[in-house]
């Protein structure tokens, strides 16, 4: 069934709610880049014209957002102090006024402080809240009026998401009762192994709904936003993951509608998907077909299912590296702006490169800067574009491409690298070094256009149960804790169709369930739990962690990883050392050489964490490694330091302590390393001895952050780059 332009204008009556002309999304109410409002301007100058307002403090990387007369841009706060971290801000959107800003620290990431912001905030206009992905991997949901945080999961601890130098973190979006996020996950159990990975949350109670793996071991974080479509009247899901391929998913239950293997390396654009079903792409990776040749933009239709091939696409131009930002489809053409901000318009339906014709044949592409980021929007028949070294076009198409309405050039070294919004009768451009404000003064707003109908086929037209889901998928309890489960039955396109009360439901790992579908944990010690809900040929599990209140202690007498632990059994392997039972750390893993472990609660505070290390030597050098505690790292250097620190790329401004310390390779040694919150600071304190002497009185390192984190679970850090280095003698107890 194909859907009308009116039905795909209105997708957002997928999240059951009228977005009008509000962005509460960073490509536009219609996951498009396209605004269906009039009036807007055709230029604007830094001096005035059509300048309504700028806000330096709200300077961001992110792309704002619009909902219910207010904006949200994602911020760094206190830029360049020891206070450093990462902030939502919501602002008056008439007159730029704070109306509240949500703080919280960054905490063990290699991502710098420039990089704040590469998610953008989503708003959920039927329950005016917020959500927002930080640059430390922080996911919460913010109320929308006041900032008040509704639910949080720190996704680095409890679902082992990677956050990189590069800092890419990933959008969420919200569709129905859900708000989905993505990102390259190494957890535990089956899911130990990195791969990209989706996880849908209940979007008011914060309880994990789902969880999507693709590919394992990918080569790259990702940057694709979700789209949300329809096709053959199927609610769809389309993203780009780490793995290289573009996913439709169906967005209730995260089951595979189709897969283009597009690339060899992680996806970072977002698709456009228009009122046909036909899909849009680009990347400037090598090509899954062809990996000699760096880039391309394509179009394949999305009304099928299962793998689509080369031979299925509608058109494909290879060598064209569009792999920052998404296109816009205008009329009958797709807009994209490759990475060396050069404009590429091309026929929707042919593939052919439109505009003037040089002397050799070839197509003219007009030059909009050196750099692309952000993302072009269209709004009034024009488009907007931001190109990175801060120049801002106004273009409207014509007969041969597009005429140049107007330049505007900011400071050459007001970079951009978020995109234009539009929202009730005006454009917001985000900055690092402010946020703008642009529209007519006294233009009128568009009113918001009421929903119709939607593309999706009547869930009456099929009632027939074809997949079923147990939900929560993801849980951490306490010895004896009881969690209520349900089993939910859908149709083949992934429309629930009724909770489920007789299924069985089995436990493997320990605990009990009921056939009222209650699980009660084991009274005591740790439990890796797997439930599988079975009705006849099909199958769903969940998967629970059970883990008890201090104290803990792991001497891994039985050769083995702690199957509870987050991000460690894929890099750590039991491995005999000095006839003891331990762990290693491995160096045959290149991108999982440097990583961190996770122990269990993320509430804790006021502990201490022990362990005995022993590193080998590779090359004449000695690896780092170390010991986590309420989001602080102890790192035992192996050039001859010690240091205390919490934002690993701000060390040297935010938070650290370094002493100079003389160890070994070969040697058995113990470190201790113990937080206190006290006077409003968290106290840290650090010691390391030979495993062969005497513990010493006194602490060795001690600091105070006057910023501090509050909580946090237990962890390991190491990096094997430098030579493997054996753990044994875990433990962990309240101060």
Known sequence: MKMSQLTFLVLCVLSQASFGEDWPHWRGPHNDGQSTETN????????????????????SRSSPVVMNGRVYAVCRSFPETTQEGEKTMC???????????????????????????????VGDPKTDTVFVLGLGSVFQCLDGKTG?????????????MLSTYGGRTNFPVVFEDLVIISGVLTGWGETAIPAYRLIAFDKKTGVAQWLKSTKLRPEDTTYSTPVLTYFNGQAAMVVGAGDGAIYALQPRTGKTIWKYQASTRGLNTTSVIDENGIVYGSHAEKNANDTKTLGAIFAFDGNTEGDISEDKLLWKIPG?????????????????????????????????????????????????????????VAGDGKIYVAENSGRFHVLKPNDTGVEKLSEVRLSSDELVFGSPIIANGRIYLPTIDAL?????????????????????????????VAQIMLTPVELLLLPGQKANLQVRGYNRHGQLIQTMKDVEITVAGGGTIGKDHVYRAPASGLA??????????????????????????????????????????????????????????????????????????????DYTIQADFNASQKNGRIPDLGLINQ???????????????????????????????????????????????????????GKVWPRSETEPKEWQIEAADATPNLNGSPGLFGNSTD?????????VTAN
């Open 436 to 464: 703008y404000c642009i529209g007519k003064p006294g233009a009128a707003t568009v009113k918001a256009t009421t929903p119709k109908q939607t593309g999706e086929t009547s869930a009456d037209k099929d009632k027939v």
């Open 723 to 731: 030579g493997e280095f054996f753990i044994d003698n875990v433990q």
């Open 320 to 376: 064209k590296a569009v792999g920052r930002n998404a296109p816009v489809k205008l009329g009958g053409r797709v807009y994209f702006v490759d990475d060396g901000a050069s404009l590429v318009i091309v026929d929707a339906k042919t593939g052919e490169l439109i505009g003037k014709k040089k002397a050799n044949g070839t197509v003219e592409q007009m030059k909009l800067g050196r750099t692309m980021f952000g993302s072009p």
């Open 91 to 121: 602002l008056d959107a008439e007159t730029g006024e704070l109306i509240w800003e949500s703080i919280h620290n960054i905490f063990l990431t290699d991502a710098p402080a420039e990089r704040v912001g590469w998610s953008s905030v």
């Open 528 to 605: 890796a739990v797997v439930l599988t809900a079975k009705s006849g040929e099909m199958t769903a599990t969940a998967r629970i962690r059970v883990i008890p209140m201090l104290p803990w202690k792991f001497d891994f007498s039985d050769d083995k990883v702690p199957p509870v632990w987050i991000g460690a059994d894929y890099r750590h392997k039991p491995a005999p050392l000095d006839g003891e039972k331990g762990l290693v750390k491995i160096s045959t893993i290149p991108k999982g050489t440097r990583s961190q472990a996770w122990l269990g609660w993320t509430n804790l505070h």
């Open 148 to 160: 008040k945080t509704i639910w949080e999961h720190s996704m680095s601890e409890e679902y082992g």
């Open 631 to 685: 989001r602080y790292t102890l790192d035992l250097q192996g050039a001859q330091h010690l240091q205390i620190r919490s934002w690993t790329a701000r060390a040297e401004l935010r938070f650290a302590k370094t002493i100079d310390f003389t160890w070994s390779a070969d040697t058995w040694y113990t470190m201790k390393f113990q937080s206190e919150t006290k006077d409003g600071k968290a106290i840290l304190r």
């Open 40 to 59: 807007l301007p055709d230029s604007w100058s830094l001096e005035g014209e059509n300048l309504l307002w700028r806000k330096p403090e709200s300077a």
